[in-house]
């Protein structure tokens, strides 16, 4: 696949240091994002290692350019979930369909996690709009995997737009893709505490001439002991109630 993958500035990011293909060009100690994605089946990968805003706050973006695509990456990692805090991977994405035709498109990030053993609560939302070239716009589902998902170490906890879903507009006009969000008050989703990663995944199809932005989060955070405690106290007294 001819792609490339480099800066777009850094007026409102604060800067990027960018690694392509284990090549580093520039870093710092924040976490390396991975990035992996598939158009019209021709797969492709990077990594990105952001500017740290002080307070484990990390900032990224990137243009990627291909065949027939461009995708604009933008994320703001928080990486406090080590220290009783929060593990924050917000993301805003700009996919734009420049072929002749409809493309299926498969995108995935990963955030390297490893969060104190036990449980975690997470959660997360999404949303976005369609706008449509001059033939009008169109995005719709991809087989039948949801719009977005979320995992931790590999296993999916979570799906937002499920299939079917579509979305039409007319020439050069827009339309929203309604915010949804999961573990509501973020985070309240139980699961296992990620010792591996935390990773978002989005799949659509996309109308020629068309662009799909997207803004998401994904949060994380262990429960302080005080908070376990109270939990394995409550889990007790449901056992006694059944006994």
Same mark, same amino acid.
């Given at each position: 696949? #001819?792609?490339?993958?480099? #800066? =777009?500035?850094?007026?409102?990011?604060?800067?990027?240091?960018?690694?392509?293909?284990?090549?580093?060009?520039?870093?710092?100690?924040?976490p390396? *994002? !991975?990035?992996?994605?598939?158009?019209?089946? =021709?797969?492709?990968?990077?990594a990105? +290692?952001?500017?740290? *805003?002080?307070?484990?706050?990390?900032?990224?973006?990137?243009?990627?350019?291909?065949?027939?695509? !461009?995708?604009?990456?933008? @994320?703001?990692? +928080?990486?406090?979930?080590?220290?009783g805090?929060?593990?924050?991977?917000?993301?805003?994405?700009g996919?734009?369909?420049?072929?002749?035709?409809?493309?299926? @498109?498969?995108?995935?990030? *990963?955030?390297?996690?490893?969060?104190?053993?036990?449980?975690?609560?997470?959660?997360?939302?999404?949303?976005?709009?369609?706008?449509?070239?001059? /033939?009008?716009?169109?995005?719709?589902?991809?087989?039948?995997?949801?719009?977005?998902?979320?995992?931790?170490?590999? /296993?999916?906890?979570?799906?937002?737009?499920? %299939?079917?879903?579509?979305?039409?507009?007319?020439? @050069?006009?827009?339309?929203?893709?309604?915010?949804q969000? @999961?573990? %509501?008050? =973020?985070?309240?989703?139980?699961?296992?505490?990620?010792? !591996?990663?935390?990773?978002?995944?989005?799949?659509?199809?996309?109308?020629?001439?068309?662009?799909?932005?997207?803004?998401?989060?994904?949060?994380?955070?262990?429960?302080?002991?005080?908070?376990?405690?109270?939990?394995?106290?409550?889990? *007790?007294?449901?056992?006694?109630?059944?006994?």
């Open positions: 696949m #001819n792609a490339t993958f480099g #800066n =777009i500035g850094t007026s409102s990011m604060l800067g990027l240091a960018l690694l392509v293909g284990g090549t580093a060009v520039a870093g710092d100690t924040a390396q *994002l !991975e990035l992996a994605w598939s158009v019209d089946g =021709i797969s492709d990968e990077g990105l +290692t952001g500017t740290g *805003l002080g307070f484990g706050l990390y900032s990224y973006a990137s243009l990627t350019q291909g065949d027939g695509y !461009e995708i604009n990456w933008s @994320f703001l990692v +928080t990486d406090n979930g080590d220290s805090g929060f593990e924050i991977l917000a993301s805003t994405l996919v734009t369909n420049t072929s002749a035709s409809d493309s299926a @498109f498969e995108i995935d990030v *990963l955030l390297p996690v490893t969060l104190a053993p036990g449980i975690a609560f997470y959660g997360g939302s999404m949303g976005g709009s369609l706008t449509g070239g001059d /033939d009008g716009g169109f995005l719709s589902n991809l087989g039948d995997t949801a719009l977005w998902n979320a995992s931790v170490d590999g /296993d999916l906890i979570a799906t937002l737009g499920d %299939a079917p879903f579509s979305f039409t507009t007319d020439p @050069f006009d827009s339309t929203e893709v309604a915010e969000a @999961f573990g %509501a008050p =973020i985070p309240s989703f139980e699961h296992a505490a990620a010792q !591996e990663s935390m990773s978002i995944g989005t799949d659509f199809l996309l109308g020629s001439g068309d662009t799909f932005a997207m803004t998401s989060n994904f949060v994380a955070q262990v429960p302080a002991p005080g908070v376990l405690a109270l939990l394995g106290l409550g889990g *007790l007294a449901r056992h006694r109630r059944r006994n």
